[in-house]
């Protein structure tokens, strides 16, 4: 069963500052890669898509990269803002297109 | 477009009592899903459907039902509540399975006491 793991579990930030989530995965034989963004009491919102055969998608201040082999991937944002301050989840899908989630990063960026 | 809509956004029930959490979209996807948010848990998946007349289990099926009679709706049907599934409750829909992105529904959250 794919177990999925995110680190730190929470995060604070001063604006402006850049930072880096992380996520791991056991099961390198994943078809894709998708993080979201959740705030609080609502849904989850898709940031970026990474399929198995690339490496690295970008979305403005967001940049996502994925290492299969090491089951690793990580989620880059630029120039924080408080705008960021969310839970970040990561979530690998599998041959049926069915995600296994980590438990989120949850991250404040301070003014 | 109004993407994928979750109906009731809250629901309390006692145990015992039935009741379906509607689920649609409008994006013509032939993959959804229903997933429930724990605290410390992360999301897990309970049911998922590839297409009309099509469905399988997930990692937590049990106490739930499901049926897709046609690509738009996915509702999950409590068959008897219990108040270990008091939960938040979310639907996602994408294209066909694999290599899509997964768009998910504003949730429902379920108390059962």
């Known amino acids: 069963k794919q177990e999925v793991t995110q680190i730190p579990a929470a995060l604070s930030v001063p604006e402006g500052e850049n930072l880096v989530l992380n996520c791991s995965f056991t099961?390198?034989?994943?078809?894709?890669l998708q993080w979201f963004r959740q705030d609080p009491g609502k849904g989850l919102t898709s940031l970026l898509l990474?399929?198995?055969?690339?490496r690295e998608q970008t979305s403005g201040r967001l940049n996502a990269s994925l290492d299969k082999s090491s089951g690793r991937s990580t989620l880059y944002i630029a120039a924080s803002q408080p705008g960021d301050s969310a839970t970040y989840l990561c979530?690998?899908?599998?041959?049926?297109?069915?995600?296994?989630f980590g438990t989120g990063t949850r991250l404040t960026v301070i003014p | 477009n109004a993407g994928v809509t979750q109906t009731p956004k809250f629901q309390v029930l006692k145990t015992g009592q039935s009741m379906t959490l509607q689920c649609a979209q409008d994006m013509n996807h032939e993959y959804m899903s229903w997933y429930r948010q724990d605290p410390g848990m992360g999301l897990r998946l309970i049911h998922y459907s590839v297409g009309a007349g099509i469905t399988d289990q997930g990692e937590v099926p049990n106490g739930y039902n499901v049926s897709r009679s046609t690509t738009e709706d996915f509702p999950l049907r409590l068959l008897s509540a219990a108040p270990s599934q008091t939960s938040v409750y979310f639907c996602a829909s994408s294209r066909t399975t694999g290599r899509h992105e997964q768009f998910f529904g504003p949730g429902t959250r379920l108390t059962v006491l």
């Open positions: 990474i399929q198995s055969s690339q």
């Open positions: 979530a690998a899908a599998d041959g049926a297109n069915n995600l296994f």
């Open positions: 099961d390198s034989a994943i078809y894709n």
